[in-house]
């Protein structure tokens, strides 16, 4: 696989969304999904290392360069699923695979479980399934995350007076990640503001969830996927400890030295990775 990389910007009905575009015309498509507020570069080093691919990494909306969601809207689960269709549609794919990462892989199990028909294969790492919530706390959810939206205007987003501050605040934020891992994500994430730098992500991406799934609507995605599914789980990550759930996953899982970053954090990360997804993108 070719390592040149085409920056493209997708015109979808509803929003603009940008992305890295991978490998050769006639490659197996594929939609790789980030984690929360990463972007397409969160891709950069395992994408080269993936053979016989046609690798659409996006920022998804509100990270990178695509396009924030106008105002009064948000960033729900199915609007994810909802891009990520739009996009296929555009690229003239019926059916594609998806690589996902954090919240990238939970946004691929939500679409993957919704329309099995169209998805192939699905190769995640270190994601499965949202933050759950119980019944009895759905409204008491419900009434913060409305205070949340209504404070929110009045917040700021940090201005950094050089990068290099700003790439350390990345590395020690809520996953930390390598500087190596900062930096590529940087390269993406920030802007030039009046004194210095700020990221381009939509300060709603912060904002608490409404609502949230009970672990058996959940499941219920997971056991409605009919692809073929490959699960890399970094075991210093988030999932690792989760033993009794990866126990009853009914899909392949690889547990890979790393922190949740791991297909980014250093290129054994990234090798590593790629291994296991080069040998499941050419089992029949």
Known sequence: ?????????????????????????????????????????????????????????????????????????????PDYAHDVLHVAQQMGWESFSLMGHSLGAIVSVILAGSVPDRIERLALIDGLMPLLGEPETAAERMGAALAAQLAQSGKRKPVYAQMDQAIEARMKGRVAVSREAAELLAQRGLMPVPGGYTWRSDSRLTLPSAMRMTRVQALSFVHAIRCPVHLVVADSGMLAQNTSLLGSLPFSVTVLPGGHHLHLNDEAGAASVADCFNRFFTVP
């Open 1 to 77: 696989m070719s390592c040149a990389v085409e920056e493209i910007r997708l015109s979808l009905p509803h929003i603009e969304l940008a992305a890295h575009l991978f490998g050769p015309q006639d490659g197996q498509p594929v939609i790789a999904l980030h984690g929360w507020l990463d972007n397409a570069n969160s891709f950069a080093r395992l994408a080269p290392k993936l053979k016989g691919l046609r690798l659409l990494a996006l920022d998804m909306a509100g990270h990178g360069h695509s396009d924030h969601r106008p105002a009064g809207a948000g960033y729900g689960l």
